[in-house]
């Protein structure tokens, strides 16, 4: 059998992300890598869960979802937008954000059809489009501030551009979009038909003040987009492996059609106690932004004047480190590096690319207690002064 001569996907590999969680694991390394939390759930979610099974909700889901649970993210939308939602034709529960990603994907694009997607870009973006027959189109988004550059895009758009793949707030980026953006973005579409799929997974985790803007809340784009949740972000169990996609009716019957043969339906279980869980927390999420920034902040007040230096990071789960004081460029050695010597397993940023550029940064997940943050900074700080004082 010739599958790897044949393979739809020869380039691709095992995830940058399990990967490194295998060797922090085989090497008992700090895992600041793939982003998950270490620290425990909300109690009254493993109750709820447990309340779940126990009440019978263990067969066949609704393909859609369960209605209490879209109407849970209805309220919730409204909360936190102040926009209305159907949830009978807008919103559609998934598996993670990432079967989102995929399923919607596939249900707008095929064979012939352009994509454009913006690099760094998350690695299931591109693999999606492929399997669907389309070409993905990546434009840069220029580190250090990982701007988009609107100029660009507009060139890059034509007759056979269907989808535009955002991400805000973004990974691993750490940034977040302007309003000016989705303004430029909308205007760069107008009169064409282009759908925008918006992965808003970290929508909770914006910084300093500031707040998503979600492309639900631009009328134009809100009429062409898939956004793309996860209430694994969101409940701080990324295991869950429930998320949620909101688009106008005549997309989400698109959507629908590739779900119900691509997952069916969701854990029923998990969406019933999602659904009491919002019941009894109606402020899930608003708390978040507190939650991680405080993170965020202990992680860089440890390694300030280490020489290791952190770019801003306005949103998500993770930081940056920018390591071109201490290191040459070259983020794939240097992420190996943190592993076997500092005890620290990071994320390069390379494998986000499609033509990697010379890179000086990994990045490093917050979403943890605050004694793994301390552990992990304390090895990055000592391996840093090894560094600079020239050593091994
Ligand atoms: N979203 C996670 C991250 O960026 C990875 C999830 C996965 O391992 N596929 O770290």
């Known amino acids: ?3 790897l001569a044949r393979s739809k996907l020869p380039d691709v590999g095992t995830t940058i992300f399990t990967v490194m969680s295998r060797r922090a694991q085989a090497l008992g390394a700090i895992n600041l890598g793939q982003g998950f939390p270490d620290y425990p759930i909300d109690p009254l979610l493993t109750e709820l869960v447990a309340r779940s099974m126990r009440d019978g909700h263990n067969q066949y889901a609704p393909m859609e979802g369960v209605p209490a649970l879209r109407e849970g993210i209805a309220a919730k939308l409204a909360a936190s937008y102040g926009l209305r939602f159907d949830p009978d034709s807008e919103i559609t529960v998934t598996l993670g954000a990432t079967e989102a990603i995929y399923s919607g994907i596939q249900a707008v694009v095929g064979p012939g059809d352009e994509v454009i997607a913006f690099d760094p870009a998350y690695d299931a973006y591109e693999p999606a489009v492929r399997l669907a027959g ?6 840069p988004l220029a580190p250090p501030q990982f701007r988009y550059d609107w100029d660009r895009v507009r060139a890059a758009i ?6 535009i793949l955002i991400n805000s707030p973004h990974n691993p980026a ?3 979009a302007s309003a000016a953006d989705l303004e430029a973005l909308a205007a760069a579409i107008r009169g064409r038909d282009v759908t925008v799929l918006s992965d808003e997974v970290y929508e909770h985790m914006v ?13 134009e784009l809100r009429a062409r987009s898939l956004a793309v949740f996860s209430f694994g972000k969101t409940l701080h169990a990324t295991g869950v492996r429930v998320g949620y996609a909101i688009g106008p009716e005549a997309l989400t019957a698109e959507l629908r059609k590739v779900h119900q043969f691509n997952t069916f339906s969701i854990a029923h279980p998990l969406q019933r106690a999602i659904a009491d869980y919002l019941i009894e927390r109606p402020a899930t999420g608003l708390d978040l932004p507190a939650f991680f920034q405080a993170k965020r902040d202990r992680l860089r007040a440890a390694l300030s004047g280490c020489g290791l230096r952190l770019p801003p990071a306005q949103g998500t789960f993770f930081q940056l480190l920018d390591f071109s004081a201490i290191a040459p460029p070259g983020d794939i050695e240097f992420a190996e590096r943190l592993l076997t010597e500092a005890g620290v397993a990071a994320i390069p940023l390379s494998p986000f690319y499609a033509e990697p550029p010379q890179l000086s940064c990994v990045r490093l997940c917050i979403a943890k207690r605050a004694s793994t943050i301390d552990a ?3 090895r990055l700080a000592a391996f840093a002064a090894r560094l600079a004082r020239g050593g091994a």
């Open 174 to 176: 750490c940034t977040v």
């Open 207 to 219: 910084f300093d003040g500031r707040s998503h803007v979600s492309v639900l809340t631009h009328p």
């Open 376 to 378: 992990a900074a304390e």
């Open 134 to 139: 389309a070409r993905c189109i990546r434009l």
């Open 158 to 163: 034509g007759a056979r551009t269907r989808l």
């Open 1 to 3: 059998m010739s599958w």
